[in-house]
């Protein structure tokens, strides 16, 4: 699986979109992105993935670059509640392989 | 909405007793999964199971079984709990399906502390 990078925290006013960069510069053709969070004391939980098109679902919109080397995940309008790690995990879709998640960003939604 | 239930949010323990973490999932998943969180360590794999009574190990399986009877259920069994097992174990299933990825859904966690 490719590695990922995150910037390891983030400050984020309520209301306002929360933008969470991921680098994954050595990405190949058949490795998704996935995206969950964790909320403290919590299981994570999936928020989104994609391929190769932005997505967008109730939670959250990912953004993947055209060259796929980095996406953006957004979450368009934070609550106290998104308070969380965000975990950003590229891998290839096999059957039932475990994800490793890396120490991902740790964002802080402030009033 | 795919709901995976873990039996316990906590759970004390002593040096040397036999200990059942259960998880059950109520969507139909083939597969299931065994992680332990620690700090500074994120989360590592101990066992996964494909199918009824198939099971895999994961990256440290060692000090831990598994029991996997029905689709819906996987056990995770301490045989001999010590004092370094204590930790956050989460349990996940997943549905995969190569046209859409495959997504795993966690339970909430159960936090043991062995003494």
């Known amino acids: 699986d490719a590695k990922t990078t995150q910037p390891p925290s983030m400050d984020c006013a309520e209301g306002r979109a929360a933008n969470l960069p991921c680098n994954h510069s050595?990405?190949?053709?058949?490795?998704?992105v996935y995206w969950y969070r964790q909320i403290h004391s919590q299981g994570p939980q999936y928020i989104i993935h994609?391929?190769?098109n932005n997505e967008t679902n109730e939670m959250a919109s990912l953004i993947i670059t055209e060259d796929r080397k980095s996406s953006t995940l957004i979450l368009p309008h934070a609550t106290l509640r998104d308070t969380a790690v965000y975990y950003c995990i590229v891998r290839v879709t096999l059957n039932g392989n475990q994800f490793y998640f890396g120490t991902g960003t740790s964002l802080t939604v402030i009033p | 909405d795919v709901k995976v239930t873990q039996s316990s949010r906590y759970l004390v323990k002593r040096t040397g007793e036999k200990v059942f973490l259960e998880c059950v999932q109520d969507?139909?998943?083939?597969?299931m999964f065994w992680y332990r969180q620690d700090p500074g360590l994120g989360l590592r794999l101990i066992y996964f199971?494909?199918?009824?009574?198939?099971?895999e190990k994961g990256d440290i399986p060692e000090g831990y079984s598994v029991s996997r009877e029905k689709k819906e259920r996987f056990s995770l069994i301490l045989e001999s709990a010590s004092t370094n097992q204590t930790s956050m174990y989460l349990c996940a299933s997943s549905l995969s399906d190569t046209l859409r990825g495959d997504i795993q859904y966690f339970g909430a966690g159960t936090r043991l502390s062995v003494l």
């Open positions: 969507m139909d998943h083939e597969n």
């Open positions: 199971s494909y199918d009824v009574k198939m099971k």
């Open positions: 994609g391929l190769k």
């Open positions: 050595t990405i190949s053709g058949n490795e998704y």
